[in-house]
């Protein structure tokens, strides 16, 4: 049972940001996938993190980096059928819009997307991040917060800029700059180790 950590970058057109945030947009597309495997029953502590797999829009196109990203699905689901996904708002965000942007460009029937992309068990930070939030302490209720916001919880290095700086960046064919804030933004790893070690702590009683 390995864990495959996941990132994606979307690109918001001038004008129309939605473009980032809806795959079925005319000029919605991804602009770069972020993953990590790692064949291990346990998620990785701190000292096997290793550097992610990035593919790029603008080497590949966008229907052929979906292609390959597709077919590791296939061959690390069929190596490892109970592999975890795991991301930081990956359940709304990063899987819906690879289903779309996958259907947009034919890459196969929707009944494998939905088997390959929603099936597989995993964890979304993003939920997760309730739990350390002061808006829940302060509201009675559970209050979810950025992965920024989690990070500097939790000490783990922040990424400078935003998502929407990275499509401007590419309209600039800047992709030193996009390349630099995904390194950044990628600290999944680190972020789920984290969260197991407060959960940890408040069933030892020490927080």
Known sequence: ?????????????????????????????????????????????????????????????????????????????KADPHMKFHGFNILKFDLPFLFGRMKNHNLTEEHELHELLFRPFGHD?????????????????????????????????????TGLDCSRHYDNKDYEKIMHYCQQEFTFEQLLNSFYLYAKRLKEGKD
């Open 125 to 161: 930070m993003m939920q997760l991040s309730s739990i350390v939030s002061d808006e829940t302490r302060v509201k009675e209720q559970l209050w979810g917060i950025s992965q920024k916001d989690a990070n500097k919880f939790f000490g783990i290095q922040v990424k400078e800029g």
């Open 1 to 77: 049972m390995g864990h495959l950590f996941l990132d994606i970058e979307t690109y918001a057109a001038n004008g129309n940001e939605q473009t980032a945030l809806n795959p079925y947009h005319a000029d919605s597309k991804i602009l770069l996938i972020a993953y990590n495997y790692y064949n291990s029953f346990r998620p990785p502590v701190i000292a096997d993190v290793k550097p992610p797999t990035f593919l790029k829009e603008w080497e590949l196109g966008e229907r052929e980096m979906l292609r390959q990203f597709l077919e590791m699905l296939r061959i690390t689901q």
